[in-house]
């Protein structure tokens, strides 16, 4: 049974996501979804150099690591994040959903807490449960399409967060005609997975455009409950959540749902 990812495939080596529902005997193929503009970076090193105003850093989405990343290019950036910063910061805790980004968070010299928490409520429980109100700002680089879970659940228990957008989020150029070659190629998928809201907002017209009349034989997959709730709200009946943003997770999860006796 072929299953399409919507995501970009892995920087290098092979995709978790590809290997993990293929263990199930499922045939994924990936179709890039977005694109992403950074912004700010002046601004973002600006921060970066003054980790003492700071009580520690946030981050939900492996872009803004990237952005960091970018900043690190620099020579004279590189050398004082390696000599003094990345120090300085690690004596503060660094707050993140997700293994993808934890392991950014790692390249980068810093150790990632909370990671299990999954998504970004339990992020915040978590956070609300290590920080005390009234406290130095927290550090939160991130996208402009962010979600106002976290920064809402942080304000309610008094803990201070200092946002600062250094990624856009747009429709990959291509994926119209990837999407069109995959469904005239490969016909219509057993399953579709979703991993981001700017997934659903981009795709999903599509989808069901090229699906016609079969759109109900599709078993839709999130990666997590923001993605299910975007899929909910354009009216979509999703059969599977991830239990954890994780390859195996969600496999699993396509897989159960692909069950004869799954409803």
């Not at 005239?184 to 981001?196: M, T």
């Not at 390859?247 to 006796?261: F, G, K, R």
Request: net charge neutral; charged share 20%.
């Amino acid at each position: 049974m072929k299953v399409l990812l919507l995501k970009d495939p892995k920087d290098s080596g092979p995709d978790p996501y590809i290997k993990e529902l293929g263990s199930y005997s499922l045939e994924a193929t990936l179709i890039p979804v977005l694109s992403f503009e950074f912004t700010s970076l002046d601004s973002l090193f600006d921060k970066l150099s003054h980790p003492e105003c700071y009580g520690g850093l946030v981050f939900t989405s492996p872009r803004a690591l990237e952005a960091i990343k970018i900043c690190l290019k620099e020579k004279s950036k590189k050398e004082a994040w390696s000599k003094s910063l990345k120090q300085m910061w690690n004596i503060k805790p660094t707050y993140v959903v997700g293994k993808a980004t934890a392991s950014l968070v790692e390249e980068i010299g810093l150790i990632p807490q909370g990671e299990k928490a999954g998504n970004a409520e339990k992020l915040a429980e978590y956070i609300c449960s290590r920080e005390k109100p009234n406290s130095s700002a927290l550090l939160f680089p991130c996208g402009a399409l962010k979600r106002e879970v976290l920064p809402t659940a942080l304000r309610e228990k008094g803990i201070a967060l200092e946002s600062l957008t250094v990624y856009q989020t747009t429709q990959h150029p291509d994926l119209q005609q990837s999407l069109s070659s995959y469904f005239s190629q490969q016909g219509i998928p057993a399953s579709i997975a979703f991993f981001s809201p700017s997934g659903v907002k981009f795709c999903l017209q599509h989808i069901q455009k090229l699906s016609g009349d079969l759109i109900n034989q599709v078993k839709f997959a999130a990666i997590g409950p923001s993605t299910a709730e975007a899929l909910q709200g354009a009216g979509v009946t999703v059969s599977c959540t991830a239990g954890s943003p994780t390859a195996q997770e969600l496999a699993a999860a396509i897989h159960t749902a692909l069950q004869p006796h799954s409803c």
